[in-house]
Nanobody, 126 residues
Framework: HVQLVESGGGSVQAGGSLRLSCVTS????????VAWFRQAPEREREGVAS????????YYADSVKGRFTISKDNYENTLYLDMNSLKPEDTAMYYC????????????????????WGQGTQVTVS
């Protein structure tokens, strides 16, 4: 049973930084794609970053490239999203998600392809 639990959201001024964490359990890490999504009110869910455990490849949306970094710890049970140079438009509920996906699908970050989701953590940038 896959479980994902996010933490680390909060309020920050524009230009600031936050680190989101997602504790993961219950799956074969080597076959897994994990990703961070976000959803602002009245907007579609957007995949901002993903990581494929098979080779450690990482992928980013253009809107966050160079500012956000997705990573995992050495024991492969916690996923992180380091967010720097935050902008008001980064304000959203952030979710981690996981599923068994090939690398190309992991890169695409299509929400409906992910079966497992965390409860979300709010990020507000003012």
């Amino acid at each position: 049973h896959v479980q994902l639990v996010e933490s680390g959201g909060g309020s920050v001024q524009a230009g600031g930084s936050l680190r989101l964490s997602c504790v993961t359990s219950g799956y074969n890490y080597r076959r897994m794609c994990v990703a961070w999504f976000r959803q602002a009110p009245e907007r579609e869910r957007e995949g901002v970053a993903s990581l494929h455990f098979g080779g450690g490849s990482t992928y980013y949306a253009d809107s966050v490239k160079g500012r956000f970094t997705i990573s995992k710890d050495n024991y492969e049970n916690t996923l992180y999203l380091d967010m720097n140079s935050l902008k008001p438009e980064d304000t959203a509920m952030y979710y981690c998600a996981a599923n068994f996906l090939p690398r190309n699908s992991c890169k695409q970050r299509i929400p409906r392809l992910f079966d497992h989701w965390g409860q979300g953590t709010q990020v507000t940038v003012s």
